[in-house]
């Protein structure tokens, strides 16, 4: 009778302790849980003011997209340089003068504009016509430097078995021009 | 004549003042330093005498002003055939 009292105290007690023992874990995890909710509602958060600030990125890139537009219309880039080599040697060929590039100075920096040294010879007519194309070309050049010299060449010629030297004269021209802007 | 009307027709307007006992056989043209100075056109060739040099250099001060063109002494030593040269200010209105 004794003994079964006491069993039954010492099973009343460890249903009391299995429910502290429960409720405690219970409670720590509920408390664990609470934690990382918190977090995740952090990240979101975190998540939701990152897409406004994307969006608000976004749309001052997109109002600002016009200026940059005429902002990297004004500065070369090395496309553009090429695109004016070809220029001039189009415009070379137009006026029927023939062409040396002698120096291109292309700084990487935004400050120094690129310059370019070249020589055409042909009559005087062709030189200036190329002169006049060189001017209308569709980039924003400055004309540092340009002379016309003219040349005087011995020719040797042959007629009916007879060598004739006869003086012809040409013309040259050195040019060094600088790149203000792509746009005219 | 200013810079803005652009070099081809500077140099044509300088070498439409030419008359037929002058020839050209260079020119040049170089930018000056300053944004609002003036550039310089070099200019030399032969003249047959010296008054058709004279009436040349005359028609370029007419056009640009007494002291634009800038004429050596030495352009009026001899008086048939001879080499001479030019140094023209223009004003860069650019």
Same mark, same amino acid.
């Given at each position: 009778m004794k003994s079964k009292f006491f069993i039954t105290i010492f099973i009343l007690f460890a249903l009391i302790f299995s429910a502290f023992a429960g409720w405690f874990y219970a409670l720590s995890k509920i408390s664990s849980e609470r934690k990382a909710i918190l977090e995740l509602r952090k990240t979101i958060l975190r998540g939701e003011k990152n897409k406004i600030d994307e969006k608000s990125l976004v749309r001052l890139i997109d109002s600002v997209k016009k200026e940059k537009e005429i902002v990297e219309s004004v500065f070369l880039k090395e496309d553009d340089l090429i695109r004016l080599i070809k220029g001039l040697e189009s415009i070379g060929e137009s006026s029927g003068v023939s062409l040396k590039i002698s120096a291109i100075s292309s700084e990487k920096n935004a400050v120094s504009k690129p310059a370019v040294s070249f020589s055409a010879k042909g009559t005087f007519e062709q030189l200036f016509q190329y002169l006049y194309f060189l001017e209308n070309l569709p980039y924003l050049i400055t004309i540092n430097k340009v002379s016309f010299q003219k040349e005087e060449d011995i020719k040797e010629i042959t007629q009916e078995n007879n060598k004739k030297n006869i003086l012809t004269s040409s013309w040259q021209a050195l040019f060094n021009i600088q790149l203000e802007s792509y746009e005219n | 004549m200013s810079k803005d009307k652009g070099l081809n027709l500077i140099f044509k307007n300088i070498l439409d003042?030419? &008359?037929?006992g002058v020839k050209i056989t260079y020119f040049s043209y170089e930018k000056g330093k300053e944004p609002d100075g003036e550039d310089k056109v070099y200019l030399s060739g032969k003249s047959e005498t010296r008054d058709e040099f004279l009436f040349f250099e005359n028609r370029l001060k007419k056009e640009l002003g007494d002291g634009k063109v800038i004429s050596p002494v030495? &352009?009026?030593? &001899?008086?048939?055939?001879f080499d001479f040269s030019l140094v023209l200010n223009i004003k860069n209105e650019k």
């Open positions: - | 003042k030419k &008359n037929s030495s &352009n009026l030593i &001899n008086e048939k055939d």
